[in-house]
């Protein structure tokens, strides 16, 4: 059966080959834990085109970052998880001093799952129109930087691609920020994960609604991803239930029955592929996001911001962030 499983974290798409016994050849792995943090950092690289075929993502890296006290009020959890994310993105590129830099906030404003890109833009300490004008303590450590929400294209009827490219032709960047809220398929992992990469983004790609690309070979200048998932598909939700009731049915009952040894022994993709069939036409539409997911987005938009913030100004602190945007 076709592995179809929505996800936009590389992670997974790792995970997935791993489980089903599938070639991995061409994808590298490295995982350093911050126990002390409850942090765990992964970097996967993909290294060929066998690999790139493979996890069905390009040839680059991919960084995931994963804590549970993403989603929680906890500022000096939230503070650490930056600092890690600012080094990792100055680990993708090395930045001129005197870098031009613009953040894209991809997503749609007004539905809150959907809006994280536009809440890290408004977070994003701007500098490219002061110019002469820049606050005395703050000369020599900030880089030209604007932020970008340029909506999505059921609302303005531009293709998003078409409104960054344009905005890039007139400012010239040298590298693109993307930030855009994207779809797992483990629950575990909604909003508690992000993943970095190098090789740009497909908005939409997760939720099966692929707009034009957004990378180097489409826009000019190199193309740095940050996203976090979201939602997971209805079909995701079932499966991660289905999981937690064979474990309970196999300790409750050490005599299986028929049923349960059937549902055990299909791999992952065939189960889930079985819960599509049983949920269409309904599934296609279907996605799932937490309830607290109001106040989540917030959280993580700061964590980002904060993150962009240290990285791409040379001489700007949590402090300084706390003071001129707080």
């Not at 590298?28 to 992964?42: P, R, S």
Request: aromatic share 2%; net charge negative; with cysteine.
């Amino acid at each position: 059966m076709k592995n179809n499983i929505r996800t936009d974290l590389a992670l997974e798409n790792r995970e997935h080959l791993s489980e089903s016994g599938q070639d991995v050849s061409g994808v590298e792995v490295a995982t350093d834990e911050h126990e002390d943090l409850g942090i765990t950092v992964t970097w996967v690289k993909i290294t060929n085109e066998a690999g790139a075929t493979s996890m069905g993502k390009p040839v680059g890296n991919y960084i995931t970052i994963e804590s549970p006290t993403m989603k929680d009020s906890d500022t000096e959890a939230h503070e650490e998880i930056a600092k890690i994310l600012a080094d990792k993105i100055g680990e993708l590129h090395n930045l001129k001093p005197d870098a031009v830099i613009l953040i894209i906030g991809l997503g749609n404003w007004q539905v809150t799952p959907d809006a994280l890109g536009p809440k890290v833009c408004e977070k994003i300490l701007v500098t490219r129109h002061i110019g002469d004008d820049m606050p005395h303590d703050l000369q020599g450590r900030v880089r030209a930087l604007s932020a970008l929400a340029p909506g999505v294209m059921g609302l303005t009827g531009i293709e998003t691609a078409e409104i960054v490219k344009g905005v890039t032709e007139k400012i010239q960047p040298d590298i693109i920020i993307a930030v855009d809220a994207l779809a797992a398929r483990r629950t575990s992992r909604i909003n508690t994960t992000i993943q970095m990469s190098d090789v740009g983004i497909n908005p939409g790609a997760g939720l099966g609604n692929k707009r034009a690309a957004i990378n180097k070979g489409t826009m000019g200048v190199p193309v740095i991803a940050i996203g976090v998932p979201t939602v997971v598909d209805a079909a995701t939700l079932v499966n991660d239930t289905m999981e937690r009731m064979l474990a309970e049915m196999s300790e409750a009952a050490p005599d299986e029955s028929t049923f349960y040894d059937m549902l055990k022994g299909l791999q992952e993709s065939e189960r889930y592929g079985l819960i599509k069939e049983i949920l269409d036409p309904y599934e296609g539409n279907m996605f799932v996001t937490p309830k607290d997911v109001d106040a989540v987005i917030v959280r993580l938009a700061n964590i980002i911001a904060n993150a962009c913030n240290i990285a791409l100004h040379p001489g700007i602190t949590q402090e300084d962030v706390n003071r001129y945007l707080n």
